[in-house]
Nanobody
C-alpha cells in the first residue's frame, strides 16, 4: 500500500514562510503527477498545487505567486514552499497523486496566526 508522510507544518505569523515535505513510498513516484491538497476546518479538501512527472506546475488562484511546488524523484519526495502566509492558509496540508489515491497520509497542520 502506498505510504505518504507529510512534514514541515507549524504555527507561523502572517507573512511568514514554511517548507512542507512529503515522502512517498511503495509507488513508482517518478511516473506520477503529484499534488498538495489542503483542508481547512469545515471546508472540503482542495488541490492547491500540482506538478507533473516532467516538472510542469499548476496552482490554485488563491496561492499563485506565493506557493511553489517541486519534486525530487531520486528521493521520492515532493515539496511545497509557502511564502507570504495568510490566516486563510490555515489548514491541514496533504500530498497525494494528482488525481489522488484513495489512501491519504496524516497530513501536516499549518496554522497562520499572530
Amino acid at each position: 500500500q502506498v505510504q505518504l508522510v507529510e512534514s514541515g507544518g507549524g504555527l507561523v505569523q502572517p507573512g511568514g514562510s514554511l517548507r512542507l515535505s512529503c515522502a512517498a513510498s511503495r509507488i513508482m513516484f517518478r511516473i506520477y503527477a503529484m499534488g498538495w491538497y489542503r483542508q481547512a476546518p469545515g471546508k472540503q479538501r482542495e488541490l492547491v498545487a500540482a506538478i507533473t512527472s516532467g516538472g510542469m506546475t499548476n496552482y490554485a488562484d488563491s496561492v499563485k505567486g506565493r506557493f511553489t511546488i517541486s519534486r525530487d524523484n531520486a528521493k521520492s519526495t515532493v515539496y511545497l514552499q509557502i511564502n507570504s502566509l495568510k490566516p486563510e492558509d490555515t489548514a491541514v496540508y496533504y500530498c497525494n497523486r494528482d488525481p489522488p489515491f484513495a489512501y491519504w497520509g496524516q497530513g501536516t497542520q499549518v496554522t497562520v496566526s499572530s
